[in-house]
T-cell receptor
Framework: ETGVTQTPRHLVMGMTNKKSLKCEQHLGHNAMYWYKQSAKKPLELMFV???????ENNSVPSRFSPECPNSSHLFLHLHTLQPEDSALYLC???????????????FGAGSRLTVL | GQNIDQPTEMTATEGAIVQINCTYQ??????LFWYQQHAGEAPTFLSY??LDGLEEKGRFSSFLSRSKGYSYLLLKELQMKDSASYLC??????????WGAGTKLIIKP
């Protein structure tokens, strides 16, 4: 496979469930990102792993927990989510680190999450 | 606060030309990006501007004026497959990407 692969593509979960989203990049990139995309709203950066450093958006609730075991894999662990967390979760990677000026993001197709 | 403004939705006719505008107010500037996102798919990179002027790439061109905080994406010879959302994003002085909410472009035959 090439590019950025996200699984599952669709996930429905109750508020008491625990689930994880997975992202894998086959591009040899140095940084990986989690974004939240809600309808008619700007992309919201949740977490960045760049050159073994983690950057996070302080407004992201603790019910979202990232894990980056190596430069090719990224997980988003979900627990006790709320209905307002329903959204498309996009993973992305870039060749340059977070602070690179022209680093182009390569996105996965996203995981559509519905919280009941 | 930091802000990116772009129209919510635009409609154009197949074969025509359309210009999608993006205005920004950010803390510093380290480049502006345009991405295309088809429904249910990943956003894909279209263009990057860091200096003033026009960058042309086939049917797509992107323009930047840093003094006006303004960019546009110009799509020529529109095709049905150009129906998508177009996302404008600016890198601020801290290299954080500030995103617009996207412009949904509808192409009619």
């Amino acid at each position: 496979e090439t590019g950025v692969t996200q699984t599952p593509r669709h996930l429905v979960m109750g508020m008491t469930n625990k689930k994880s989203l997975k992202c894998e990049q086959h591009l040899g990139h140095n940084a990986m990102y989690w974004y939240k995309q809600s309808a008619k709203k700007p992309l919201e950066l949740m977490f960045v792993y760049s050159l073994e450093e983690r950057v996070e958006n302080n407004s992201v609730p603790s019910r979202f927990s990232p894990e980056c075991p190596n430069s090719s894999h990224l997980f988003l662990h979900l627990h006790t989510l709320q209905p307002e967390d329903s959204a498309l979760y996009l993973c992305a990677s870039s060749q340059g680190g977070f602070s690179s000026g022209a680093n182009v993001l390569t996105f996965g197709a996203g995981s559509r999450l519905t919280v009941l | 606060g930091q802000n990116i403004d772009q129209p919510t939705e635009m409609t154009a006719t197949e074969g025509a030309i359309v210009q999608i505008n993006c205005t920004y107010q950010t803390s510093g500037f380290n480049g502006l990006f345009w991405y295309q996102q088809h429904a249910g798919e990943a956003p894909t990179f279209l263009s990057y501007n860091v200096l003033d002027g026009l960058e042309e790439k086939g049917r797509f061109s992107s323009f930047l004026s840093r003094s006006k905080g303004y960019s546009y994406l110009l799509l020529k010879e529109l095709q049905m497959k150009d129906s998508a959302s177009y996302l404008c994003a600016v890198k601020d002085s801290n290299y954080q990407l500030i995103w617009g909410a996207g412009t949904k472009l509808i192409i009619k035959p």
